[in-house]
Each structure stands twice: as structure tokens, then as C-alpha cells.
């Protein structure tokens, strides 16, 4: 603690390294979590309807986030220690797995390179702080959710509950900025908000518009952030999901939307990204639009 006392940069160097390592174990959760959910509901769906002759997932089939060993997704070849380096062993393989010489999905050095410069970022910016080890949390487990989001148009409760919770824990614990009393009415009125417009949405077009999971992500970006902030983050989250709609449509060429019709884009990885803005850079956002409404 004194080097960093002495060398201030060592922290966010020290900050981005450890990003490097976290990012790697970011993408098991990401590949391994929505496997793990749907053994875990084949394996209570046969215990609770036994009727149904349903077989229980073998075990095989169950997975954890540390068994089995980092493997290759092509030819399941376990993955040498000293080719699991964090985004350098991606970058000397040439993308490509050692063993198949099939090509590794550039999602891999991209949550690690992301985790890296977000957590430089948040050590820069927090300094050393619990409030600033909480803004880690916040940034690791949302990297994960809009990953999962964009691959599976998923947003698991094992990620955004535990959000809500600790928001209000730090708030309680006065480790946040943030007075409980927002941050409580922060997570009811970012759940709320959305709640209300997927009704709204689905009472006049019979279509379901989102998902309950971005209910609940919102809710814990309420529970960070305070409801005084959650107009910028939706007016954030939907502009960042255009973009990001468009720039998907324009990676799959539009062949998706040709052969069927409408087609879904995660909303998750928008609020993750206008949520960490918010966290970082909130208060200067709010007052420099506050600034230009009042025309000072």
C-alpha cells in the first residue's frame, strides 16, 4: 500500500493488470453460466414433473466455473497454461487454438483488453477506496451481463440481483456517496420504468418489447446511481442501442432481418454501458445538461 502511496501510478497499472486476469475468468462465466442455468433447469424440471419422462442432465453435462479445465470450443483440447495468458497468448497464437488451428472468437481479447481499460479507468479515476473496489465489482459483473445479453439475449438473475443488493449495502454502509434513501428509490423506479413501458408496449402491439432481466438491471443501476439519475441513463441506453442496432445490422449484412422478418437486439449491453458512464462520469454529465436546460 505505501508504493502506491509513493508512485501513484503504480495503482492503475496495477488496476489494469488485474483487469487483464479478471477478463480472462469473465469469459468462463460468459461461455459456462448460461450452460450451467439450463442444466440446472432440465435438472429441477425432471424432478418436478417426473411424469414427463424427462431425463435429468447427465453428468457429463454438468458444468461449474472451475470444472472441467479451460478447453478449446472446436476440439475440446484442454488449454495449456502458458496459452491461457491473458489477452498475450490470444495475440502470439495468431487467434487461432494450438491444437486444431481453428480460429478463437475475438470476443476473448476483447472482454480482457475492455476489463483492462475499464478498471485503469476507475482506479484513475476513484483512487484507492473501498467505493472505488465496489466500482470494480460493478464493472466486472456488468462486462458479464452484457456479454451474455449480446450472446443470448440473456440477462441472468445470478448477476443483476446481486447488483440491487450490494447497491443498497453500500449505500447502507455508507461507503456510497449515494443516501440510501435514493438508492432505494433508485431500484424501484428503474424496475418500475421499464416495467411499465414492456406493458405498455405489449398491451398496444400484442409483442413482448424486452425482457424482466433488464427490469432488474436497471433496478441496480437505480440502487448505484440514485433515481435522480436514471432520465440520463435511459436517454444514454437508448441512444447507445441504436448504434449499437445499427452496427449490428451492419456486421450481419442485414441477412437476419431478410430471412426473418423483425429481429431482436439485446438491451442489456446498452444500460451496462450508459450505467458505467453514469457511475464515472454522472455528476458532470447531469451538470452540464442542467447548465444548457437552464441556459446558464
Known amino acids: 500500500m505505501d508504493a502506491f502511496l509513493i508512485y501513484p501510478w503504480l495503482f492503475p497499472v496495477f488496476a489494469s493488470l488485474f483487469g487483464l486476469i479478471i477478463g480472462s475468468f469473465l469469459n468462463v462465466v460468459i461461455y459456462r453460466l448460461p450452460q450451467m442455468m439450463v442444466t440446472n433447469w432440465k435438472q429441477e424440471f425432471a424432478e418436478a414433473f417426473p411424469e414427463y419422462d424427462i431425463p435429468a442432465p447427465t453428468r457429463k453435462e454438468q458444468i461449474s466455473l472451475s470444472l472441467p479445465a479451460s478447453f478449446c470450443p472446436h476440439c475440446h483440447h484442454r488449454i495449456r497454461i502458458w496459452h491461457n495468458i491473458p489477452l498475450f497468448s490470444w495475440l502470439l497464437l495468431g487467434g487461432k487454438c494450438a491444437d486444431c488451428g481453428e480460429r ?39 462486462i458479464a451481463a452484457a456479454c451474455i445479453d449480446l450472446n443470448q439475449m440473456l440477462l441472468p438473475d445470478n448477476l443483476t440481483i446481486p447488483l440491487i443488493w450490494l447497491g443498497l449495502l453500500l449505500s447502507l454502509t455508507h461507503i456510497s456517496p449515494l443516501p440510501l434513501s435514493d438508492a432505494v428509490i433508485g431500484a424501484i423506479a428503474g424496475y418500475l420504468s421499464l416495467w411499465s413501458i414492456y406493458w405498455i408496449f405489449k398491451l398496444l402491439t400484442k ?24 432520465p440520463m441513463v435511459i436517454l444514454l441506453s437508448s441512444v447507445i442501442g441504436i448504434i449499437l442496432g445499427v452496427t449490428l445490422l451492419l456486421i450481419r449484412k442485414q441477412v437476419l432481418i431478410r430471412k426473418q422478418g423483425n429481429q431482436a437486439f439485446p438491451f442489456g449491453p446498452s444500460l451496462a454501458i450508459a450505467g458505467w458512464i453514469g457511475l464515472i462520469w454522472g455528476a458532470p454529465i447531469m451538470s452540464w445538461y442542467t447548465s444548457i436546460a437552464l441556459g446558464v
Open 207 to 230: 409483442k413482448e418489447g424486452m425482457g424482466y432481466g433488464d427490469f432488474k438491471y436497471l433496478a441496480a443501476i437505480g440502487a448505484w446511481l440514485g433515481w435522480q439519475t436514471l
Open 104 to 142: 478463437i472468437s475475438i470476443q476473448y481479447p476483447l472482454v480482457e483488453l475492455v476489463t483492462a481499460l475499464a478498471s485503469c479507468i476507475i482506479a484513475i479515476h476513484g483512487g484507492m477506496t473501498y467505493y472505488t473496489l465496489a466500482l470494480l465489482i460493478f464493472t466486472y459483473i456488468s
